[in-house]
């Protein structure tokens, strides 16, 4: 069965990253498939609402030559990125945010896999889950499977939300990932899947 598992997720990966590429969705700005290998993702192509800075792709993947930079303001404490296009996301390059200290959340419900060369390059904590929106304080939310329903604030984030009784998998396959110490790394999903891998925060 293990065998079988594996097989599959490689074939699955395979299959994603020769098609990698990040695309913005429209819903916070334009609608622009961006350049790669080295994608550059700053705050103007997101939206900002106090220390929170939004951003929301239609696909968004990573082959193991590619990589994925946020950047933006240093007073910015949480970068908050959503999928919306119903595609899983196969990370199986660097992501990597230039903030200091500000903590990365990635949310896609329609599933999200790390492949082996997966890495991170971040300057806080990071968070991964195929939950369908995050709730932030005092009625906020960013919603992943239904945008128009999305109420950005400068509220900190409260809680991952999940509208639906079977979330998409969360598999993270042979991946060595880490956050610098002091910070913490979490991932949330109905189904998660660990092969492998090594994880490590300090926290």
């Not at 990589?67 to 595609?87: K, L, Q």
């Amino acid at each position: 069965m293990k065998s079988a598992l594996f097989v599959f997720l490689s074939s699955l990966l395979s299959s994603l990253t020769l098609h990698a590429e990040i695309t913005l969705d429209g819903t916070l700005g334009s609608r622009i498939a961006l350049e790669g290998p080295d994608y550059t993702i700053g705050a103007k192509l997101g939206q900002q609402h106090g220390s929170n800075l939004f951003h929301s792709f239609e696909k968004f993947n990573l082959n193991a030559t590619e990589s994925a930079t946020f950047s933006g303001p240093n007073h910015i404490n949480s970068i908050i990125s959503r999928v919306t296009g119903g595609y899983a996301s196969s990370i199986d390059g660097t992501l990597r945010s230039l903030i200091p200290n500000a903590d990365v959340y990635f949310i896609n419900p329609a599933g999200i896999m790390f492949g082996a060369n997966a890495k991170l390059d971040v300057q806080g904590s990071f968070h991964a889950s195929t939950a369908d929106t995050l709730h932030l304080q005092y009625g906020g939310e960013f919603n992943a499977r239904h945008p128009q329903e999305s109420l950005l604030t400068v509220s900190p984030i409260e809680a991952f939300g999940f509208l639906t009784d079977s979330s998409a998998a969360l598999h993270i396959q042979g991946s060595h990932i880490e956050v610098p110490a002091g910070n913490r790394l979490s991932f949330l999903a109905g189904n998660l899947q660990i092969n492998q891998a090594k994880l490590t925060a300090n926290g």
